[in-house]
T-cell receptor, first 109, second 115 residues
């Protein structure tokens, strides 16, 4: 069953611009995670935010969590060509994660 | 760094064959997972193992089985391959978590084609 839903499905921006992706989920969570997947590769963990946190930063990444709206956003600032990838949110269910369908981000030079 | 290694990047098999996909992790993680990834459907959990010889069905276990005889190795078995099992298969591992899920570490995937 689908828990996280990313929006938009695809995003294309110019290098140097900021990229924002959103994730909505249905049930209460303990934590929410964001992953990146380069074409033809496995997923790489980016950041984890706990349900009692509202915002978290890691380098050029900023994640927010609004548990009242059951939503999260991932902001990538000053985008680079190397940020071109698919981005997934995942919510915890016991020891497992449920992944959304992802946002495909393209950074144009 | 955690390394999760999947035995093949690309694999082509025939309908009806028994297919083995192997995954090895080097960080002594308790949890291991098998997913399949299809366009428009995202990642779907096939099976999950939280200890040697322990397994739990995921969301789409039909047509698959798993084996975990050693902590570092988790095998996915397609008992009788069918064309609808053509997909990208991803293995992942994580340490045991408490209330908060631990991040999962993924292999690079096996793109399996069933002809």
């Amino acid at each position: 069953s689908q828990q996280g839903e990313e929006d938009p499905q695809a995003l294309s921006i110019q290098e140097g611009e900021n990229a924002t992706m959103n994730c909505s989920y249905k049930t209460s969570i303990n934590n929410l995670q964001w992953y990146r997947q380069n074409s033809g590769r496995g997923l790489v963990h980016l950041i984890l935010i706990r349900s009692n946190e509202r915002e978290k930063h890691s380098g050029r990444l900023r994640v927010t969590l609004d548990t009242s709206k059951k939503s999260s956003s991932l902001l990538i600032t000053a985008s680079r060509a190397a940020d071109t990838a698919s981005y997934f949110c995942a919510t915890g269910r016991a020891q497992k994660l449920v992944f959304g369908q992802g946002t495909r981000l393209t950074i144009n030079p | 760094d955690v390394k999760v290694t999947q035995s093949s990047r690309y694999l082509v098999k025939r309908t009806g064959e028994k297919v083995f996909l192997e995954c090895v992790q080097d960080m002594d993680h308790e949890n291991m997972f098998w997913y399949r990834q299809d366009p428009g459907l995202g990642l779907r959990l096939i099976y999950f193992s939280y200890d040697v010889k322990m397994k739990e069905k995921g969301d789409i276990p039909e047509g698959y089985s798993v084996s975990r005889e050693k902590k570092e190795r988790f095998s996915l078995i397609l008992e009788s391959a069918s064309t609808n099992q053509t997909s990208m298969y991803l293995c992942a591992s994580s340490p045991l978590g408490g209330r908060v899920n631990q991040p999962q570490h993924f292999g690079d995937g096996t793109r399996l084609s069933i002809l």
